[in-house]
């Protein structure tokens, strides 16, 4: 039976034609040893390039050596496949996976990657077409291997969405042509589609304050093609809204607009005001103090002197800088009690690129804690979220566990020294120890392992309910969604489509979309109850020294 998550097993280095075809086979199938290492660690961009690095490996392999090397590329194909698909880019999977399908046609885990990676690129605008080649593929996977599963659910789900599909085509024609020659419209008049009403219910969270707010926003780059319709939703401090829907729906577009990168078409994202409730106006603390000048001027001249224009004239100046002075000082308050921050942490995000490669980590994640902090305050705080988180540095050569987070920061361990999975986790911690106000999480678990995975969720929900931090996390993955919301929003053609608390929407969705979302995930393996493994690592972790230990930034009333 194939697994999706399956290596290829691969064989040793076979021997070659010559020493030249011998060290290009040995080169290359340490590869390919190396790259699932790193896969089986989440580490899916570092393994796709040692794949790579494999075939090239391979080029340099000569006649007497072609059927060994045909063996290996094979292998190395098929891993590489797999790696693209999980790190999401599928047309480099159908790549790798077709490369295989050349060696062996009847490869049953190429057809079924080849498939499984058409079949997503077929949500994409533009690619619809892949859904028939994916539904081949896997109809041939199947005809190979009849008692595969996970290939009969996944033809089963392409072959209902198609169904789906021609049954809306078929409707829309016959809505186009009905009547067409009793006269009084257009032979040819479009139909506008009617989207679902909204199904929006209680969803809680009534004690918590409003901090971050979409109200009708509306967003596209081009006219013709709307991302974002009339959105509204709210985000409360201590509080996880959770949003998923299909690809293209626009949760990304979303996420960039709340925090600022983007702006709305029309519409607004409204900051909600934090800063207390001011006692004293600017111009009632003015007119105080000028009162308090004019009194004072009038007790060193005399009143016979304040008749005299100069002294008016200056007592007027007087009174004016006093308001000047009070309104600056007020508004200083008020930006000091206020200031409102947003992050966006991404799978996809630029920002962790930007991180320079010589920093050592202590500074990637301590220099966003609270400036309050001591230089060995903030040395303790780095170190505790390194041992919530988990993090943990291997021996390339052996695979064993080295040093503890304690010694890495005393040594100096660079940011740059580490692989593509482990530099995620530091992105992560670096935005967590920034504590703001809203934190938008848009597929934060992305090439995390399945160890690290349930505790940056707990650290997660630990900064939503002890620091008050209010948070939209995105996800297409529900197992994620269970794990951490208060509330589930599910997002379809620009709108939130539907929102409500989360065992009313999982159990009884209401809308269309939603509905069909949730019986297509129900039928993937391993997702018929949502929660999954994940849930059973993230019940485990309860009481987890590490992740209760004080490594919290700050806490609601701290300084930032």
Same mark, same amino acid.
């Given at each position: 039976?194939?697994?999706? #998550? #399956? ?29 699932? #290492? ?15 690095? =494999? ?29 693209? &698909? ?33 079949? %997503?690129?077929?949500? @994409?605008?533009?690619?619809?077409? *892949? ?69 929006? %219910? ?5 004690? @918590? ?16 093609? *709307? ?14 809204? $959770? ?31 934090? /800063? ?23 007790? !060193? ?23 000047? &002075? ?21 799978? *996809? ?40 988180? =988990? ?24 940011? $740059? ?61 529900? @197992? ?18 539907? @929102? ?15 509905? *069909? ?25 309860? /009481? ?7 490594? !919290? ?8």
């Amino acid at each position: 039976m194939v697994v999706l #998550e #399956e290596l290829a097993e691969g064989q040793g280095p076979p021997s070659g034609g010559g020493d030249g075809a011998s060290e290009a086979l040995e080169s290359a199938d340490r590869c390919r040893r190396e790259g699932n #290492e790193l896969l089986a660690r989440g580490d899916f961009a570092d393994a796709c390039q040692r794949y790579d690095a =494999g075939l090239l490996a391979l080029v340099r392999v000569g006649a007497g050596g072609a059927e060994a090397a045909e063996q290996a590329r094979l292998s190395l194909h098929l891993n590489a496949s797999l790696a693209h &698909l999980r790190r999401g880019n599928l047309g480099s999977a159908v790549e790798h996976a077709t490369g295989a399908l050349a060696i062996d046609a009847c490869s049953v885990k190429a057809l079924y990657r080849r498939g499984s990676a058409r079949a %997503r690129l077929a949500e @994409h605008p533009g690619h619809e077409g *892949e859904a028939v080649q994916a539904r081949r593929d896997l109809e041939r996977a199947l005809e190979l291997e009849p008692g595969n599963a996970e290939v009969r659910s996944q033809l089963k789900q392409l072959r209902s969405t198609a169904r789906a599909e021609q049954k809306e085509l078929d409707k829309s024609q016959r809505d186009t042509f009905r009547n067409i020659f009793s006269g009084g419209k257009a032979i040819y008049e479009e139909r506008p589609k009617v989207e679902p009403p909204p199904v929006l %219910r209680s969803v809680g969270g009534e004690g @918590h304050e409003v901090v971050l707010s979409a109200e009708q926003v509306e967003f596209y780059y081009d006219r013709s093609e *709307e991302l974002l319709k009339e959105l509204d939703l709210e985000l409360r401090s201590g509080w996880c809204v $959770g949003l998923f829907g299909s690809n293209a729906c626009g949760k990304s577009t979303l996420a960039r607009l709340l925090d600022g990168r983007l702006a709305p078409v029309s519409g607004k994202v409204v900051h909600h005001s934090k /800063g207390p409730p001011q006692s004293v106006t600017p111009l009632a603390g003015g007119a105080v103090l000028g009162a308090v000048l004019a009194a004072a001027a009038a007790a !060193l001249l005399g009143e016979q002197r304040l008749q005299q224009p100069p002294v008016l004239a200056a007592l007027l100046v007087a009174c004016l800088l006093a308001t000047l &002075l009070a309104w600056a000082a007020l508004r200083w308050r008020r930006a000091r009690a206020g200031r409102f921050s947003v992050r966006l942490v991404s799978s *996809e995000s630029s920002d962790k690129e930007s991180i320079p490669g010589g920093w050592k980590i202590e500074r990637v994640i301590g220099e966003n804690l609270p400036r309050g902090l001591a230089p060995a305050q903030r040395r303790e705080r780095v170190v505790a979220m390194l041992c919530a988180a =988990g993090f943990q540095m291997y021996n390339q050569d052996t695979g064993e566990a080295v040093g503890t987070p304690a010694e890495y920061i005393r040594d100096g361990l660079a940011y $740059g020294s580490l692989s593509g999975g482990q530099k995620h986790l530091m992105y992560i911690l670096r935005n967590f120890a920034a504590c703001p106000d809203v934190l938008i999480c848009d597929e934060l678990l992305g090439g995390l392992d399945a160890f690290r995975q349930p505790r940056v969720l707990h650290m997660l929900k630990r900064l939503q309910r002890e620091a008050g931090v209010a948070v939209l996390y995105i996800s297409t993955e529900l @197992h994620q969604q269970r794990m951490v919301a208060d509330s589930i929003a599910f997002m379809s053609g620009g709108r939130i489509a539907e @929102h409500g608390s989360l065992d009313e929407v999982f159990d009884f969705p209401r809308h269309p979309g939603a509905k *069909e979302y949730l019986s297509n995930y129900r039928g993937l393996p391993g997702c018929q109850k949502i929660g999954g493994k994940l849930g059973e690592n993230f019940v485990a972790l309860e /009481g987890d020294e590490a992740l209760s230990a004080p490594w !919290l930034p700050r806490t609601p009333g701290q300084a930032a």
